[in-house]
């Protein structure tokens, strides 16, 4: 293989550095122990231990200054955040306000691939806790050379911050693999985000030991460049953040008829699938362009190559069976995925074996792409809830509603006549239920999808 397509020879290990490990290990015990003593919201439990709780900060804010001189960059943000942790003990141990910590802390001004960065903050963690619980982590930055180049050239993203797991506590032992500003106790006045960092390492390994078991239940045979980035850990964080560079842009782009990322809407779970399916294909799009373009250099090539087996094998084997069949808007999306391909005939599951036709592949894809696209186009026009129901043909069009579906009958007139609510709630927490191909690869390949829960590149 060509040198200039390999990973780093001097791989990381993705550990923390044992100078810092003392620290870390009295930080996360502090913070471990102030879990314990908090509710839902932040504050303490109205039996907590005032006392202990008082003792347990002191512990963290020591660990984080003796952990500090490693972080020089962090500086503002690590006294904000002692600062703020001081506040919340003199107030009482009430509910936490770190507002001007989450202000302080500016990960996308330094984007400096293995830049290290301690995160403190009471949060709750995307797809794992919902409670503002004290949280820690070690991370440091992926950023290699060719992401840089196509972010300053080609895919601006100014909040985009790429990370891996050195160490974390107890919210991150879960299948989160994001971190945002958002999810930080604030007070009144909440600041203006301006990063939002994701775990590629996380997001790569849960991907590598997933497709490995599902392409030999399914007796899929891969292609080279596909057993390629399922053996290597590293290239494939570099095939995600090319993905995620791309997905998280697009949410800001396009013929937008809504809200992008659609905060305080309640709408049918359908239309959310829809937003995540139109950012991972247009990924893809991107990904098929940089491969086809005749100027695009060797090592984008390759991850941009690779970055297609990435979405489509993420999106039809571990999308639709992870989490619960309740509104379950990635799983609904990696579902129409594979109708998709299937009744294009590009995807063939014939005599229990799974097989593409690989050069149809990147076309009839765009082709799904293309339609979401302009089902948004047209949307622009139309009212949100005739948006809805257009939505709801296009799904329909391809994946079987359940048979009791409210939906599928057609809505009656005092309910789309009515408030938006009502045709949101008509909608079955199963609207789209898994096919006969999807209820039998379920039952052998959860206990491996549940086994990435709290999965690092370390794993």
Known sequence: MDATLTTNETRRTGSVDPALAPGWDRLASAVGGLRELQQRDGSLREDADRAEAARLVADLDAAVEELAPAFEHDADYLA?????????AAAGFGVPDFTRAVAAFRPELQREDGLQHLVVFPMYTQNGSTERLFEAVLVEVVWPEFIAELETTAY??????????????????TNSAVLFPETVATGAVVPKFTWGAIFADREA?????????ASEITQLELPEDARRLLSDQELAEETFVLWDLIHD???????LPFDPFMIKQRMPYFLYSLEELRCDLTAFRESVRLVRAEDTDEVTRDRARLAQY????DRLFRFPLTGSRVRNYDGLGGQLLFAWLHQRRVLHWTDTRLAFDWAEVPDAVVALSDAIDELYWASIDRPKTAHWLAAYD?????????????WARGLP???LSGPP????DAVLDDEFPLSMFYEALGKKMGDVIASTSGITGRD
């Open 80 to 88: 904000a955040m002692r600062a703020d942790l001081a506040a919340w």
């Open 156 to 173: 601006s993203n100014a909040l985009f911050v790429p990370i891996r797991f050195l160490a974390f506590t107890g919210g991150y032992d």
């Open 205 to 213: 390994a849960r991907f590598r030991r997933v497709v490995n078991r």
């Open 249 to 255: 842009r697009t949410h800001m782009r396009g013929d």
């Open 310 to 313: 990435a979405i489509l094998f």
């Open 394 to 406: 296009l799904v329909r069009s391809t994946l079987t509603p359940h048979p009791a579906s409210q």
């Open 413 to 415: 007139d005092e309910v």
């Open 421 to 424: 609510k009502g045709m949101t």
